[in-house]
């Protein structure tokens, strides 16, 4: 057995640590996820509630690990890479709807199916809006 010990990513500080069977062949990066101090995660955020948001906001966790590491593991910098998530999946929300239904909606609220005029969303009996 070999014992790994857990540091705060931010100032090196031991959180805890565990231990593996020898015959595990691993980085510790694949065995620790992320770990804070107290001091750092109060200060930086928490990794998996930062997780959840992105997830929450319909990224993918292999993004998540890429955008994470690009805003320094800090949930000030991270705050836009969830904006941003969330509207990449509005969008491509709002595309799909478009794609089943194959209207399309002007900035004016007119509603357009196969180029032509079929109300406006914003008339109480529009016919397109159905």
Do not use: W
Request: aromatic share 8%.
């Amino acid at each position: 057995m070999r014992t790994i010990e857990i540091k705060c990513r931010f100032c090196d500080k031991i959180n805890g640590s565990f231990d593996i069977p020898d015959d595990v062949v691993a980085t510790y990066e694949e065995l620790v996820e992320d770990a804070r101090c107290d001091e750092h995660e109060a200060k930086f955020g928490n990794y998996k509630d930062m997780e959840e948001a992105y997830l929450a906001a319909g990224g993918s966790i292999e993004n998540f690990k890429a955008d994470i590491a690009e805003a320094d593991y800090k949930i000030q910098n991270f705050q836009a890479f969830i904006e941003v998530q969330q509207k990449r999946t509005d969008l491509q929300k709002s595309t799909t709807e478009v794609e089943l239904t194959g209207s399309v909606v002007d900035a004016e609220g007119n509603v357009h199916r196969n180029g032509v005029k079929v109300g406006n969303i914003n008339e109480a009996d529009c016919e397109g809006c159905q």
